[in-house]
């Protein structure tokens, strides 16, 4: 849908924070809220938080209306349609990422939009309180091997990318829709 343009963004959670719940060295706590926030973001579809400014390079619909890949647009500073430069105060567009051409339809055709945008949440609690659940549910067993007993009987099986799940439903509200 769309190829961002490199932005170097500070992960979901801090490594200090990382370091100071779990124990972890703070390069190994760097690595782990980097990992984490990696993951959530591209489970997500954008960023999420911050607030920044990006280039987002986009495939026309054919349609009135462009799906843009982020749940919180603060700004439209411009946009490109095909090599012509539409005013972005022509532009109609929704906080939730929609954006609607202002004179006919988006042409159908990939990477025909170049959009200029501020997007993300200033901050997102709960998405931090989720990356350091999984940075420490991670951090005491890292293959994510859970054992049981039943009697005489025992055994070790994977979570079985139990990590998506809990991002599934704890974080859905922060994750864009794809057009097919």
Same mark, same amino acid.
Not at 107 to 114: C, E, K, T
């Given at each position: 849908?769309? &190829?961002p343009v490199e932005h170097p963004l500070q992960p979901l959670v801090t490594p200090a924070a990382v370091a100071a719940r779990t124990g972890m060295s703070l390069e190994d706590a760097g690595q782990a809220a980097a990992g984490v926030s990696a993951a959530i973001r591209a489970w997500a579809g954008w960023h999420i938080a911050p607030v920044i400014t990006q280039t987002l390079v986009l495939d026309?619909?054919? !349609? $009135?209306e462009l799906l843009v890949p982020t749940l919180k647009v603060t700004a439209v500073h411009s946009c490109t349609c095909d090599g012509t430069v539409l005013d972005p105060d022509s532009l109609e567009w929704s906080r939730a990422g929609m954006l609607r051409h202002p004179s006919g339809c988006w042409?159908? $055709? !990939?990477?025909? &939009?170049?959009l200029t945008l501020e997007h993300g949440f200033p901050d997102a609690p709960d998405v931090e309180a989720e990356a350091m659940t999984l940075i420490q549910a991670r951090a005491g067993n890292p293959l994510g091997y859970t054992s049981r007993t039943l009697g005489p009987a025992s055994w070790t099986m994977s979570d079985g990318g139990d990590a998506s799940r809990v991002m599934t439903r704890r974080l859905a509200r922060y994750r864009v829709e794809t057009a097919p």
């Open positions: 849908m769309s &190829v026309g619909t054919g !349609y $009135r042409p159908d $055709r !990939y990477g025909a &939009v170049i």
